[in-house]
Each structure stands twice: as C-alpha cells, then as structure tokens.
C-alpha cells in the first residue's frame, strides 16, 4: 500500500546539536516531497520541497533535506538545532498520479529541543 | 506563497449544531483544500474545493456532513454538521499555488470542541 512514513514519534536534542528527522515513503514512482513544520498553535509551514533536480534540497530556517531513491527516503537535516526549532514536523507527498493535488501526511515527529 | 485567514480561530459549539469556517487567501489560487487534525494526529485531507465545480471529497467524508462552499478565486468555507464530540478537531484550509504538483500554504486553523 501506498505510505508515508515517519518512524520517530519524538526526539530529543540539545541546543547547538545536529539534528535528523526520517522520512520513507512507499510508492511505485517517486512522489513529489515535502516537509512542514507546526509550531505550537500555529498553522503548517512549509519549509522545503523535491521535485525533481538536485536531490540535497535547502529550505528556509536553516533545514536541508536529501533525497535518496535507493532508500525511497526523504530525510530533513539541520547542522545546529534552535531552542525555536521546537515544534511538530510532518513529510508529506504528492503522488504522480491523477491531478497531482492531494497531500498525504506522515504521521509527524514532535521535536523537543533541551537547553 | 499566499497568506491565509481563517476565521473563527476557535470555538466551543454544542452538539447537533453547526459551525461554518471561513478561509481567506490573499491572492487567487485555483485550488483549496479543508484538512482535519484530530487531537494529537496528523492531518487527513476532507476535501479539494476548486472554483466553479463541486467540491470533491475523501473516502470517509460526506457532502452532507462537511459541505463547501468556493464562490470565488480567493475565498472558501467548511461547514461542519450536526456536530458530535467526535468532530472535534483543528480543521485547516490550505491554498495550492503553482502547480501541479501545488505548494500548499495553510491557514492557522480552526480549533473547534463540540460539547
């Protein structure tokens, strides 16, 4: 069946600390992929996105993601995590197939930052 | 991008009433999309409203309970139905630019408890 995947429901790092959130999805052509990020009682933001192209993909506040067919594995990545990085983030993909509209979450990573 | 409104930001309703949800975007966009995060959950897509056609639901979602509303380019509501404690949850619209495949900006969201 067709998933997105995020296998760490929670993590902890310190501030200053290298971080990295997993992605794997299962799908028969590569997806479209993207990562959001909720922060407590906000809205999604988007902070990067793969189509197609370079697959080492930078984003805004300091994120990068790759993208790796091999392991049909989007991983988000940061050198050095902020107190302000805490909150929720979600993969999300875009199959390659009918209107190429309809965003499937994975089920989220709450990221605590300790200082 | 595009910058989304959503209005009420929240509400406490009591059961088998009604609570329409507006979204604003400011600019226009062809496609919109309602959302629902059920408490401590990822988002599930209820329904892609696109200007001038019906709205067209997930498997799991009915016109009945969750009609929609998309007048123009820039504007969209969600009306959820006889409400039921169940139907609590942030409920959030999204405007899809590009595309496709659409960036998908979100609104804060709608945090509605049903009493």
């Known amino acids: 069946a067709q998933s997105v995947t995020q296998p760490d429901i929670h993590i902890t790092v310190s501030e200053g600390a290298s971080l990295e959130l997993r992605c794997n999805y299962s799908y028969g052509a590569t997806p479209y992929l993207f990562w959001y990020v909720q922060s407590p009682g906000q809205g999604l933001q988007l902070l990067l996105k793969?189509?197609?192209?370079?697959?080492l993909v930078q984003g805004i506040k300091g994120f990068e993601a790759e993208f790796k067919r091999s392991q049909s594995s989007f991983n988000l990545r940061k050198p050095s995590v902020h107190w302000s990085d805490a909150a929720e983030y979600f993969c999300a993909v875009v199959p390659h197939t009918g209107t190429a509209s309809k965003l499937t979450f994975g089920t989220g990573t709450r990221l605590q930052v300790t200082l | 991008s595009a910058v989304i409104s959503q209005k009420p930001s929240r509400d406490i309703c009591q059961r088998g009433t009604s609570l329409t949800i507006q979204c604003q975007v400011d600019s226009q966009v062809t496609m919109m999309f309602w959302y629902r995060q059920q408490p401590g959950q990822s988002l599930t897509l209820i329904a892609t409203a696109n200007q001038g056609s019906e709205a067209t639901y997930e498997s799991g979602f009915v016109i009945d309970k969750f009609p929609i509303s998309r007048p123009n380019l820039t504007f969209s509501t969600l009306t959820v139905s006889n409400m039921s404690p169940e139907d609590s949850s942030i409920y959030l619209c999204?405007?899809?630019?590009?595309?496709?495949?659409?960036?998908?900006?979100f609104g804060p969201g709608t945090r509605l408890t049903v009493t």
């Open positions: 793969y189509f197609s192209g370079d697959t």
């Open positions: 999204s405007a899809g630019t590009g595309g496709p495949p659409y960036e998908q900006y």
